[in-house]
């Protein structure tokens, strides 16, 4: 089975961040760079993200009925 991509396979030597807005990946790439580990810049991405995109992750809650019971 071929599987068709537009993306290119990335090596990382000392670290990668991947989120779907650039300027998340570079706090996580920051958070790194400066010595913390890898929840710590998952958790910085994903701050990041909550301003970067907040309409996507209001529609994600959203989905997963993050408000039903409140």
Same mark, same amino acid.
């Given at each position: 089975? +071929? !599987?068709?991509? +537009? +993306?290119?396979?990335?090596?990382? &030597?000392?670290?990668?961040?991947?989120?779907? #807005?650039?300027? *998340?990946?570079?706090?996580?790439?920051?958070?790194?760079?400066? =010595? =913390?580990?890898? $929840? @710590? *810049?998952?958790? &910085? $991405?994903? $701050? *990041?993200?909550?301003?970067?995109?907040?309409?996507?992750?209001?529609? +994600? *809650?959203? @989905?997963?009925? !993050? !408000? #039903? @019971?409140?």
């Amino acid at each position: 089975m +071929r !599987f068709e991509s +537009r +993306r290119s396979p990335v090596l990382c &030597a000392h670290g990668c961040v991947a989120t779907s #807005q650039p300027m *998340a990946s570079e706090v996580g790439m920051r958070i790194l760079k400066n =010595g =913390g580990n890898a $929840a @710590d *810049a998952c958790v &910085a $991405a994903a $701050a *990041a993200l909550n301003v970067t995109e907040p309409c996507m992750v209001r529609e +994600r *809650a959203l @989905d997963l009925n !993050f !408000f #039903q @019971d409140m």
